[in-house]
Nanobody, 118 residues
Framework: VQLVESGGGLVQPGGSLRLSCAASGFTFSRSELSWYRQAPGMERELVAT????????NYADSVKGRFTISRDNTKNTVYLQMNSLKPEDTAVYYC????????????WGQGTQVTVSS
């Protein structure tokens, strides 16, 4: 099982980034997918979640209207489009997959750093 994030980096306030998470080794289309983030000294927090079909999404209040989660089940990839970035968005962003077949399995990526600074 692998979840590999990419797309992080340094961006100025007000800028945009698109994170990608490429998955392999499990039934991607049956997975609920999420992005989490963790800032230094803070607990990991849920940023956004998308349902198996992409028909339902949920966002943390702090990112609503600025971030968009999407998925492409043909490419086994989930995305996080981040617009109007703020310094408080600085964190390591993690991809998460929750697969419910007979049992529930949860997988994490290694994380990608996003730094918003002038």
């Amino acid at each position: 099982v692998q979840l590999v994030e990419s797309g992080g980096g340094l961006v100025q306030p007000g800028g945009s980034l698109r994170l990608s998470c490429a998955a392999s080794g499990f039934t991607f289309s049956r997975s609920e997918l999420s992005w989490y983030r963790q800032a230094p000294g803070m607990e990991r927090e849920l940023v956004a979640t998308i349902s198996t079909t992409g028909g339902s999404t949920n966002y943390a209040d702090s990112v609503k209207g600025r971030f968009t989660i999407s998925r492409d089940n043909t490419k086994n990839t989930v995305y996080l489009q981040m617009n109007s970035l703020k310094p408080e968005d600085t964190a390591v962003y993690y991809c998460n997959a929750r697969v419910q077949l007979i049992i529930v399995s949860v997988y994490w990526g290694q994380g990608t750093q996003v730094t918003v600074s002038s």
